[in-house]
């Protein structure tokens, strides 16, 4: 009876696999809205817990899981000086595209577009 016991209460032991493949499926997604123009912060939002599961799964994964561990967690990191490089990029654009449309407000260039 107590083997049986034992046997019930035996478990598989975590070898990171699942956490290495979130931190690959997060990578994947922060990497796709890191190159979206006004998207890029959710892509950077991403990108930190892509790096921290990818990290975790990394340490703890099975030999044959350390590639999508490590996939993950370069995609993260792409993504992430991705999303810093479009957040300065689109801030630059917008800096100049309204500086160009007269004073520099947003009102008068929506005004002025829309002829309100």
């Excluded at 994964?61 to 490089?85: C, D, E, H, P, Y």
């Excluded at 479009?86 to 829309?114: C, K, N, P, Q």
Aim: aromatic letters at 10%.
């Amino acid at each position: 009876m107590s083997e049986e016991r034992d046997m019930m209460e035996a478990r598989v032991p975590d070898n990171g696999g699942g956490i290495a493949v979130a931190g690959l499926v997060l990578g994947i997604i922060a990497a796709v809205f890191a190159h979206i123009p006004f998207a890029c912060a959710l892509g950077f939002l991403l990108s930190i817990p892509a790096v921290i599961c990818a990290s975790k799964g990394r340490k703890r994964a099975a030999r044959n899981k350390q590639g999508i561990a490590v996939t993950g967690l370069v995609l993260g990191w792409v993504a992430f000086g991705m999303s810093i490089f479009m957040s300065l990029y689109t801030g630059l654009f917008a800096y100049v595209f309204l500086r160009a449309t007269g004073d520099g407000s947003l009102e008068e260039w929506i005004h002025r577009t829309y002829l309100l």
